[in-house]
């Protein structure tokens, strides 16, 4: 399994960096988030990846609790982050439901399945031109996958200005991130 980040020039990773192993970053410096998602995604090179943003901070024992999960789900999308305030517990999820690709396990056939169906022409490119999650979204309910949704969020959200949309809050933070002292 490869680590993958996506990340617009200036925004420091380093520290994220240094928690991973085996990781490939795709800096975005076209502004062009749904373009740049693709070739990030193409990093894996056939593999199975964790795709991450890099405005995220990382639980302390993130590489054991997304390995255990991942290895017993390895065919399955999970999503390690969540807003949703309805979900207390890891619960596999309506593709329809699917929102945020803050850091998320593809396997490899759905990462080619999402190129694919990018490539193809997503239909709403038009409508959400930065719409990363929406097309996933839209790819799992085409392909009928539902998706785990992992409790609690073992990352979190920085309190940031969004580099797609400056007018976005800042406040998107998950109320169930495992370490809400970091």
Request: with cysteine.
């Amino acid at each position: 399994m490869k680590y993958l980040i996506q990340n617009v020039p200036e925004r420091d990773i380093s520290l994220l960096l240094s928690q991973l192993n085996n990781v490939s970053v795709y800096v975005d410096t076209n502004k062009k988030p749904l373009e740049s998602f693709i070739q990030t995604l193409k990093l894996a090179e056939n593999n199975s990846a964790l795709y991450m943003e890099d405005d995220i901070i990382l639980s302390k024992d993130f590489i054991n609790d997304t390995n255990a999960f991942i290895n017993h789900n390895s065919d399955s999308v999970i999503n390690f982050w969540t807003l949703k305030k309805s979900v207390k517990q890891t619960t596999l999820m309506s593709p329809s439901s699917f929102m945020s690709n803050l850091c998320v396990y593809f396997p490899n056939y759905h990462i080619e399945g999402l190129i694919d169906f990018y490539n193809k022409g997503w239909n709403r490119i038009e409508e959400h031109p930065t719409g990363m999650d929406l097309m996933v979204r839209d790819y799992l309910v085409s392909t009928k996958t539902k998706y785990w949704l992992y409790q609690p969020s073992l990352v979190q959200h920085k309190k940031i200005v969004s580099a797609i949309n400056p007018r976005r809050s800042k406040y998107r933070q998950s109320i169930t991130f495992k370490d809400e002292n970091i």
